[in-house]
């Protein structure tokens, strides 16, 4: 199979990892009706050639912590070494070139109000490339994190998605089918964020590289035994804390373009509104923000032509939406997990 081909084995593929991204391979291939080989063979050679990775990430309400939206403007000639140097950093995800080449948009995370100060106030400001900066709080998920684009693509049907979701060891719910599912409010009174031992980093750091690493490799980085390593797992999952996410080639889906919509709304109907737009197909997150856009979405479509006709159809049909800026993605840097040595950036979900 050439690398820019794809079949209908392969999506499912894709779908049933999102749902459990750690699900065994007999138990795939039962759900998709093919041996244990295929799926094995397939997800080598896919996560071979860079386009499928499965990666275990951490929930930032869960650890306390909080997330910024930046649009980060640049000098023309300076945009890409600035987003490299931001893709570099740990507290950072979702790095992207957009409309024009000048602007940066960057999702950085931070433990506290400290380390959010660090980069948006001193560092940032400081780099001589960088003409403006705007950085807006996430404040409620209306989709996005745990829930992947991949859960609308209806790669999977309802039973076989029932049938992983039935199976799946300690994950959250949220991760399944195709529905936004209950969004995760940073505005509401939580439990106490979990803490972290110097084990449990340890076992992220390996899990947030390869989603799919064997006990045994995450015992001998915690130094825990394969059972510890097991236990420690589902608990962290069933926490909230861990959940996995499959970072995959947008060529699968038959997906080319991506855009970023920064939106007004009123406070009344910005609630409502979010909900409406998280359940649309081509919407990979949706976010409520501060700032004058205060409903931020991105989505992708098959082309620019489908693009337009999802801002004259299903977001025009959205009367509470006061202001639309619409920005295209032109290259993405980085994604949901850390870039890899000697990685190339790839047009992903």
Known sequence: MKTDVFDDVDRQLVHALQIDGRAPFARIAAVLGVSDQTVARRYTRLRTRGLVRVLGLTDTTALGEVEWSLRVQCRPDAALSVAEALARRADTSWVSLMTGGTEIAVVVRSRSGQDGDELLLRELPRTPQVVGVTAQCLL????????????????????????????????????????????????????????????????????????????????????????????????????????????????????????????????AELHETGERIAEHPEVACCFASTGQHNLFAMVSCTDVPALYRYLTTRIAALPAIRLLETSPMIRRIKGPGPVLAGASPRRRR
Do not use: C
């Open 140 to 267: 409620h998920q209306f989709f996005g994190g745990q829930q992947g684009l991949v859960n609308k693509s209806g790669a999977l049907s309802e039973r076989q998605v029932a049938l992983l979701r039935t199976e799946e060891g300690g994950g959250s719910p949220s991760q399944g089918g195709g529905q936004a599912g209950p969004a995760t409010d940073r505005l509401a009174e939580a439990s106490a964020p979990v803490v972290l031992g110097e084990a449990d980093e340890r076992l992220l750091g390996v899990l947030e590289i390869d989603g799919r690493a064997p006990l045994a490799e995450l015992a001998a980085a915690t130094n825990w035994s394969q059972s510890t390593v097991r236990r420690r797992l589902a608990e962290l999952r069933q926490q909230g804390v861990l959940f996995f996410d499959v970072d995959y080639d947008m060529r699968m889906f038959g997906l080319d373009t991506r855009a970023a919509l920064w939106m007004s709304v009123s406070p």
